[in-house]
């Protein structure tokens, strides 16, 4: 049984959390049992493009509604060529082809919903097309309980929302030990130093800002200590303020973009990996999940993360990291020195955080749950 993957904005080449996983979701159910359609333009190779699935590429221009329609076109197209059974939409963004799956096609759909468009959805009142969207649909795929938490208040029946969490590719990340070459590169002076390090985009919600503020307590207790920054976005600055009014900058190194292929040995780096996101609900900011600490569990390292939104589920306090009040400079200060100073618990950690990673988030086992999924709509 074949499904139709529409995900106009999130795909690859373009980056992002939504992007990789609609990626891996098609590359794991494979040419089969998938197809896809995005807007995105895709990278020539020697073939169609470089990637294990069929990829219908349509650069659609105009309004919504003018969008729809040449998307329904395409669909239709798609629909005789392939004749999948049932369509995958990426988020709630693509809600305007509802009426057109609905009304003209008459075929099943499912959405996936990740955490901040269900908050914008919802602040746009009961007849926004994105909550019709959710409402119509015959499965949401919510990445978190969190994630499912905010579908149910927005009105969809729980019975028809199923919690399918992001994976993780355990072959791309695990143990390394990154060359000292690498570290010089990345570290420059500080390149013996033990790292604390954060993989995401420079965001107000992250708490790069709050492993700063702690990071003069933590170096009290751990003098040999470097905070590694990797990624870019608009608080940049302000970071870079905040480490110079906290007089640590010698001790906080941004790296900036690091090219996909380094990130692995990125994270060998460090001792322990530390995002402690918080809820930003007024502008709807949260993190729906978490890929970041599975990769990093994955490499067999120790994480420390906010409680808040989704990262319960990536998460589990003891057993693959801590979590902490992404608030509480003293709270994220004194879990970092624990796992500094405490190396068996750390190791033990990483350890156990990687035989999760490996055991729940392998994406063969995440596609054939979701394909399961889609034949159970089917037969409904």
């Known amino acids: 049984m074949k499904s139709l993957l529409v995900s106009s904005s999130y795909f690859p080449p373009n980056k992002g959390g939504i992007s990789h996983m609609m990626a891996e979701v098609a ?4 040419t089969e049992r998938v197809c896809c359609l995005t807007g995105v333009p895709q990278k020539k190779s020697g073939t169609e493009n470089d990637n294990p699935f069929r990829v219908y590429t349509r650069l659609c221009s105009g309004n919504g509604y003018t969008k729809a329609l040449r998307l329904g076109l395409t669909i239709t197209e798609i629909l005789i060529r392939e004749r999948p059974r049932i369509i995958q939409l990426s988020t709630v ?38 909550l019709i969207t959710l409402r119509k649909a015959d499965r949401i795929l919510a990445v978190s309980e969190y994630t499912a938490d905010l579908v149910r208040r927005a009105g969809v029946d729980p019975k028809m ?48 800002d709050m492993v700063i503020r702690a990071l003069p307590r933590v170096l009290k207790s751990a003098l040999d200590v470097t905070y590694l ?35 692995p040995e990125v994270y060998g780096m460090c001792e322990v990996f530390t995002m402690p996101s918080r809820d930003q609900t007024e ?8 890929l970041v600490f599975l990769e990093a569990n994955a490499s067999g390292k120790p994480v420390i993360a906010g409680r808040s939104g989704g990262i319960p589920d990536a998460v589990i306090e003891g057993v693959s990291g801590l979590l902490v009040n ?12 624990k796992l500094l100073l405490n190396r068996d618990l750390a190791t033990r950690l990483g350890s156990q955080g990687r035989e999760r990673v490996m055991r729940d988030f392998n994406w063969e086992g995440i596609a054939n749950r979701i394909q ?7 037969k409904s």
């Open 27 to 30: 590359k794991n159910l494979g």
């Open 161 to 208: 929302i199923e919690i399918v969490h992001p994976g993780c590719d355990s072959e791309r990340f695990h143990p390394t030990v990154p060359t000292n070459e690498f570290r010089k590169k990345l570290l420059g002076p500080r390149h013996k130093d033990r790292i604390i390090l954060t993989i995401g985009n420079l965001v107000s919600r992250k708490g790069h």
């Open 326 to 337: 992404p608030t509480d400079i003293d709270e994220i200060a004194n879990a970092i020195v």
């Open 372 to 378: 399961g999924i889609l034949e159970g709509v089917i």
């Open 93 to 130: 963004g693509e809600g305007r082809l509802v009426p057109l799956l609905k009304k003209w096609i008459k075929i099943p759909f499912v959405v996936y919903a990740h955490g901040n468009e269900i908050l914008m959805a919802m602040g746009k009142g009961p007849k926004s097309i994105e």
């Open 283 to 290: 502008s709807c900011d949260v993190e729906g999940f978490g």
């Open 229 to 263: 920054i990797v990624g870019e976005g608009p608080y940049r600055s302000q970071l870079e303020r905040l480490a110079k009014d906290m007089q640590v900058e010698d001790r906080v190194v941004f790296a900036g973009q690091v090219e996909q292929e380094d990130i």
